[in-house]
T-cell receptor, first 113, second 112 residues
Framework: EAGVVQSPRYKIIEKKQPVAFWCNPISGHNTLYWYLQNLGQGPELLIR????????DSQLPKDRFSAERLKGVDSTLKIQPAELGDSAVYLC???????????FGNGTRLTVT | AQSVTQLGSHVSVSEGALVLLRCNYS??????LFWYVQYPNQGLQLLLK??????LVKGINGFEAEFKKSETSFHLTKPSAHMSDAAEYFCAVSGYGNKLVFGAGTILRVKS
């Protein structure tokens, strides 16, 4: 089966610019996650979806970050405007159902200059 | 709430030597525990998981981990290191709702 696909792999933008990341989960996986991984740290959950519903977005900085999962399949994470501190790797993961193992994509490495 | 502490941000072993990566957890509910591996510029891959069945869990690539409730530990071991094991390893814990909390990671270096 195809794994979790993320694009782009790398993105360099200037501060105050908008940026968007895209994720296509494994087919049939109902649960989708966005994680933030800062250099030298473990991933931290930003948002979790069950189908198209965001069931845990408590760690998402809502002043500049937004996410959507239309039709319960693909998902987009957006930052507007980006700040220097947003430079990190953004990981998408999916699981068959809540509680089953997570499958991660290769991530998008964002550099804000 | 759950938390994870990984002792040692860097571990270096010789090829063929024992690998031991330490993980201690804190959880207010019976935990599910995981080890993930991350190779450079890739996502995380599940090595093994503990879900309250056998306390000794065997994973992929010859790794195993033992759940010790009395010590709140879930250390990862491999009897003989291979060059291909060089990567970053993350311990993670979850309670209800599958909210995974990751440790800061341990970079494993394997010397020839």
């Amino acid at each position: 089966e195809a794994g979790v696909v993320q694009s782009p792999r790398y993105k360099i933008i200037e501060k105050k610019q908008p940026v968007a990341f895209w994720c296509n989960p494994i087919s049939g996986h109902n649960t989708l996650y966005w994680y933030l991984q800062n250099l030298g740290q473990g991933p931290e959950l930003l948002i979790r979806y069950e189908n198209e519903e965001a069931v845990d977005d408590s760690q998402l900085p809502k002043d500049r970050f937004s996410a959507e999962r239309l039709k319960g399949v693909d998902s987009t994470l957006k930052i507007q405007p980006a700040e220097l501190g947003d430079s990190a790797v953004y990981l998408c993961a999916s699981s068959l159902v809540d509680g089953s193992p997570l499958h991660f994509g290769n991530g998008t490495r964002l550099t804000v200059t | 709430a759950q938390s994870v502490t990984q002792l040692g941000s860097h571990v270096s072993v010789s090829e063929g030597a024992l690998v031991l990566l330490r993980c201690n957890y804190s959880s207010s509910v019976p935990p599910y525990l995981f080890w993930y591996v991350q190779y450079p510029n890739q996502g995380l891959q599940l090595l093994l998981k503990y879900t309250s069945a056998a306390t000794l869990v065997k994973g992929i690539n010859g790794f195993e981990a033992e759940f010790k409730k009395s010590e709140t530990s879930f250390h990862l071991t491999k009897p003989s290191a291979h060059m291909s094991d060089a990567a970053e390893y993350f311990c993670a814990v979850s309670g209800y709702g599958n909210k995974l909390v990751f440790g800061a990671g341990t970079i494993l270096r394997v010397k020839s």
